[in-house]
């Protein structure tokens, strides 16, 4: 039987949220890209007999290269991020079942959190006046519950909510035990995929009998402020203002001057925290990330002058520095008053 990690502080993290803007990481894909890993990477020790091909499942390296994931969560830590995301953005068996490995979704995310949850208690015990966190990240899963993947046949749907709430309670459970601080239904494109992953949260709180804090974040696809789903930035909160959030926010998608009018609307809005954790801006012809830390701030601290933002961090293409820069600006604000 496996030790369980449980290890979280709600109290302290609400109360370090009236008082300064949290900052959350970047991206953990960007970071992964840069250590040039082969298919052995994501094999060792675990799935050398594995009959299919598992380069780019960056989950797995949680199992199989530890050591980089832990390099990564450090440097974020050092860039002065107050909460890590696990890497377990596709940990749920829906996703990991097109590399047929399913049956080792708990491994990855219980794994995962451990990791992140030892780096995170190892900063806090060296800097007690600056406590770090750890957020259990909750993709949207490859597949969408309210669009059909087959245009000829726009009633056909590949998963259903029900499917979907019980990988996520898989995943979701994992987590809690790996001693997540918080969880994070992130880059939210179908609501109802999200709707389902709080559902699950709601269930594993009750077979639990406890609860971390949650936060949601959805992203907009485009220039017409609606998710792939077809959602305006306002229906999209009024669809999650049931559950009783720590923040709502954005991320992906969209680089930081794209996400500032939504960003208004959601803290014009909601009576919950905000988050925003854009892209470094929008990805080239080759889909890389071009935008510098510098460029990136100027564009973060309007949130900050228009007092939109209790949580601010960075999506796709950013890095430690990106994270360094942000944190450093944030430092100069403060959060964002609830009325």
Not at 177 to 187: A, H, I, N, Y
Not at 199 to 209: C, G, L, S, T
Request: charged share 20%; net charge negative.
């Amino acid at each position: 039987m496996k030790e369980i990690f449980f290890w979280s502080n709600m109290k302290d993290i609400l109360s370090i949220a009236k008082n300064k803007i949290l900052v959350l990481d970047g991206a953990m894909g960007t970071m992964i890209q840069r250590y040039k890993l082969g298919e052995a990477d994501f094999r060792k020790n675990w799935f050398e007999n594995h009959d299919s091909p598992l380069k780019g499942n960056n989950d797995l390296l949680s199992l199989t290269r530890p050591d980089i994931i832990k390099d990564i969560h450090n440097a974020y830590f050092e860039a002065g991020a107050d909460i890590i995301e696990t890497n377990t953005f596709s940990g749920t068996n829906i996703a990991q079942s097109d590399y047929g490995l399913e049956k080792f979704t708990y491994d990855i995310n219980f794994q995962s959190a451990k990791i992140a949850r030892e780096v995170a208690l190892k900063f806090t015990e060296n800097e007690p006046h600056k406590p770090r966190f750890v957020a259990g990240s909750i993709g949207p899963t490859n597949r969408t519950a309210s669009i059909s993947p087959d245009v000829n046949d726009p009633g056909f749907r590949n998963t259903s909510f029900d499917k979907l709430n019980l990988a996520y309670q898989e995943q979701i459970t994992a987590l809690m035990d790996g001693g997540v601080d918080l969880l994070l239904v992130e880059t939210v494109f179908d609501t109802l995929n999200a709707k389902a992953a709080l559902f699950a949260i709601d269930e594993v709180f009750n077979q639990k009998k406890s609860s971390i804090p949650v936060m949601v974040s959805g992203t907009i696809t485009d220039a017409s402020g609606r998710t792939l789903s077809g959602q305006t930035t306002e229906a999209f909160l009024i669809s999650m203002s049931h559950f009783h959030l720590f923040s709502i926010g954005l991320n992906c998608a969209l680089g930081a001057a794209d996400m500032h009018p939504y960003l208004k609307i959601l803290a014009k809005k909601s009576s919950f925290l905000i988050s925003a954790h854009p892209n470094a801006g929008l990805p080239n012809e080759f889909g890389e990330y071009d935008e510098t830390p510098e460029k990136m701030v100027k564009q973060i601290k309007l949130f900050l002058e228009d007092n939109l933002i209790n949580i601010i961090g960075g999506c796709c293409g950013t890095t430690p520095s990106h994270i360094k820069a942000i944190a450093e600006l944030a430092d100069q604000y403060l959060p964002r008053k609830m009325d």
